[in-house]
């Protein structure tokens, strides 16, 4: 005769889902210590004065490799072709900082207390930038202004205009 292992409710103990049996895992491996570490995107949260130098993450100045751009381009992800110059300092002990520049680039985008900023490299010193508000809700706008030079960023033409 037959015997079956049952549990207290009378169900069997199988492979099924839930189980410890020893079926194939859907996750994938987990990374390898060899691979590259690529940094490309990366968010700020505004905890302090919106206005003042930010602090980018280390992981990020560390993926540069040693590159310390002078400036960075920052170009708002639904703002056309306008690419912001922000000057880029460096502390010396592998930290930058986004500076002069990033004042008129954050008044133009809104960029407040609470707020998300999320960055993404896009490689040649260009980050690409979208704004994100207090409730996690991304700042959407459009740009009627066809002016893309950056001679124009010390009299701020924001692109302002929520959709």
């Known amino acids: ?53 930010k602090a980018l993450p280390k992981k990020f100045a560390d993926y540069l490799d040693g590159q310390e751009p002078a400036k960075v381009y920052l170009r708002a992800a639904d703002c056309g072709p306008r690419l912001w110059t922000v000057e880029v300092l460096f502390d010396g002990q592998g930290r930058m900082y986004l500076d002069k520049g990033w004042e008129n680039f954050a008044i133009a985008h809104g960029v407040d207390f609470g707020c998300y900023v999320h960055f993404k490299y896009e490689g040649d010193d260009v980050l690409t930038v979208k704004v994100f508000d207090g409730t996690i809700c991304r700042k959407y706008y459009y740009s009627d202004d066809e002016d893309t030079d950056d001679e124009s960023d010390d009299d701020v033409k924001p692109c302002i205009h929520p959709l």
């Open 1 to 53: 005769m037959a015997s079956t292992s049952r549990t207290r409710n009378g169900r069997g103990r199988g492979r099924g889902r839930g189980g410890r049996g020893g079926g194939s895992s859907s996750l994938p491996p987990p990374p390898s210590s060899t691979l590259p570490l690529i940094i490309e995107e990366f968010f700020i949260v505004i905890y302090e004065d919106p206005l003042v130098k």
